[in-house]
């Protein structure tokens, strides 16, 4: 397959259409996170369909002190890797091509879910994030358009904003593609030195605690749901380890599923242990959350969930997730 590289959107247009157009939407510096979206949008596509790639640096989303000026630009790499991963078409428009008029003076606004977390930490992110992304999609018109869920906050919002001003496109979240240490794949861990990557794999590290510790509570209350409320339940409880829970077993029973905030705690063992190495762990937060809001969830709570992380390694910002799922007695996602 021969990749085309486009720069206007005429250009775009001007392609014949036969089949479902699916895009994937990227700031460059692609890597096997990008290649597995593009491999899961030739899936999508089929071969009768197409596969655009966007390469767009977009400067809305950068705010003051960010590293838009130092953002990876490798053009020719990136249209490589996407031949080699099956996309028919790169997409890769100058600023003036994207905002004809300058920066837009209409935007779109993320509201309340777009001030939380990255939100909070990078004010105006997501408003530029989306105003671009709602450009894009009216300039490759595509059928189905795919996102990582490492960025799992930002797919929430273009879910939303693509339901709540009826674009009529749809969405595809990919789950997250990780490097063998365990380190979700970013255009920014180049940045990372030897030393400060050996920092950064703890957030890796502390998604992973919090997942073990949940899957733990659940299979608990697993096992504790199958017996009775007796003595055998004490003994069964204890026979899996847990000691605490066994000295009261009718107690563990009437438990709140899952425990949301001993997830929460799992996961910072690990951050504080980080903050301590050399260089330090700078974390921004630490946060367990419903994916339709973005807020915070209750020990209360049942269905699906996002533990998430963001923190700096000496000048890079990383961010990383995990989902779960609460009260389904021992399901993880």
Known sequence: ?????????GELHARTRTGRRAVVMTMGALHEGHATL??????IAGPDGEVVVTVFVNPLQFGAGEDLDRYPRTLDADVKLAELSGADA???PSVDEVYPGGRPQVRISAGPMGERLEGASRPGHFDGMLTVVAKLLHLTRP???LYGQKDAQQLALIRRMVRDLNFGIEIVGVPTVREEDGLA???????????ERRTALSLS????????????????????REVPATHARAEALSAIGESRAAADAHAVAKALPGAPSAVRAAARLVLDEAARLSPPLKLDYLALVDPSDFTE?????TGEAVLAVAARVGTTRLIDNIPLT???FGAAS
């Open 185 to 195: 794949l970013s255009s920014r861990n180049r940045y990372l030195s030897p030393r």
């Open 90 to 92: 790169v997409f890769a």
């Open 38 to 43: 593009i491999r899961s949008a030739r899936g």
């Open 297 to 301: 969830i209750s020990d209360d709570f």
């Open 143 to 145: 059928d189905v358009a």
């Open 326 to 328: 609460f009260g389904t």
């Open 205 to 224: 590290h502390a998604l992973f605690a919090g997942s073990d510790r949940h899957a733990a509570q659940e299979a608990l209350r697993a096992r504790a």
């Open 1 to 9: 397959m021969t990749t085309t590289l486009l720069h206007t959107a």
